[in-house]
Structures are given as C-alpha cells and as structure tokens.
Nanobody, 117 residues
Framework: QVQLVESGGGLVQAGGSLRLSCAAS????????MGWYRQAPGKQRELVAD???????NYANSVKGRFTISRDNAKNTVSLQMNSLKPEDTAVYYC???????????WGQGTQVTVSS
C-alpha cells in the first residue's frame, strides 16, 4: 500500500521555524521526485519545493532563501526546513511523490502550518 505520512506542522510566530517530515512506504523511492505543496484557504494548491533522487531542487520564488528541502534515500524520507516564517506561509502542507517512470502521483494527508503575526 502506497502511503505518505507527514509530520511536524503546528503553530509558530512570524520569524520562527518549523521542520516538516514525510515518510514514504509502498513506493520505489529512488524513481520518485519528492515534493512539498501547500494550499491556503481559498487558494489553489501550489508547489513549494521538490527534489529528485539525484538532488536536483526547485523552489517557489516565495520561499527561496528561507526553506530547504532534503531527502534521505536510505530512509525513504523527505523533509522541509522552514525558517523566517511569514503569516502568508500559513497553509496545509502536502507531501507529494511523482513517479518518473509511470507518472503516478501520490499525496499525503496534509499537515497544517499556521504562522501568527
């Protein structure tokens, strides 16, 4: 059974930090691009950052310099370190796996991040 389980969300003041983690099971981790997306109330889900198995990384412009994505291919985990958080970072954050062979997409259940001003 394919499963992505996120952890690490919560409430933090502006300027603070949070670290999100996602544990993957039931997938061949090495052939998946792993990513973090977020969806704020009334807005579309958007890419925050993603990372290939070879370490190629993309960031949304809004988080460059503040967020860092990383993956551990041995442990099948992907993390998102979020620093200098802003109220506009408030959203539900979703872990995402994109299989580069069969293009299958898998989503986690989401974790809430709330940044107070």
């Amino acid at each position: 059974q394919v499963q992505l389980v996120e952890s690490g969300g919560g409430l933090v003041q502006a300027g603070g930090s949070l670290r999100l983690s996602c544990a993957a099971s039931g997938i061949i981790f090495s052939i998946n691009v792993m990513g973090w997306y977020r969806q704020a109330p009334g807005k579309q889900r958007e890419l925050v950052a993603d990372i290939s198995s070879g370490g190629r990384i993309n960031y949304a412009n809004s988080v460059k310099g503040r967020f860092t994505i990383s993956r551990d291919n041995a442990k099948n985990t992907v993390s998102l370190q979020m620093n200098s958080l802003k109220p506009e970072d408030t959203a539900v954050y979703y872990c995402n796996a994109r299989n580069v062979v069969d293009y299958r997409i898998t989503w986690g259940q989401g974790t809430q991040v709330t940044v107070s001003s």
